[in-house]
Nanobody
Framework: QVQLVESGGGLVQPGGSLRLSCAASGSILTIYTMGWYRQAPGKQRELVATISSGGTTNYADSVKGRFTISRDTAKNTVYLQMNSLKPEDTAVYYC???????????????WGQGTQVTVSS
């Protein structure tokens, strides 16, 4: 069994900052790429940022220069530092991880439950 638990969402004013965390736990052998996605009301879920096991990062154009993704391999945790937040960043943010597990010796994507980020004055 593998779980991803996100934290750090909330209400922030435009121009403010938030830091999201996502911790993976369970019968984990290896975690490959980890990432953050978001879904605004009435819109499809979209990629925000990803980070490979080797540290290579990838960002959506809309967040480049404002958001930074990082990971702590020892803690099985991925972070998303969000600066200069805009109202259009308002969404539910989801963590995703590509994990190779002990149980069943299988590899697949796992998702967190999501955390709400609201940017409003």
């Amino acid at each position: 069994q593998v779980q991803l638990v996100e934290s750090g969402g909330g209400l922030v004013q435009p121009g403010g900052s938030l830091r999201l965390s996502c911790a993976a736990s369970g019968s984990i052998l290896t975690i490959y790429t980890m990432g953050w996605y978001r879904q605004a009301p009435g819109k499809q879920r979209e990629l925000v940022a990803t980070i490979s096991s080797g540290g290579t990062t990838n960002y959506a154009d809309s967040v480049k220069g404002r958001f930074t993704i990082s990971r702590d391999t020892a803690k099985n945790t991925v972070y998303l530092q969000m600066n200069s937040l805009k109202p259009e960043d308002t969404a539910v943010y989801y963590c995703k991880a590509d994990i190779f597990t002990v149980v069943g010796v299988s590899r697949r994507d796992y998702w967190g439950q999501g955390t709400q980020v609201t940017v409003s004055s």
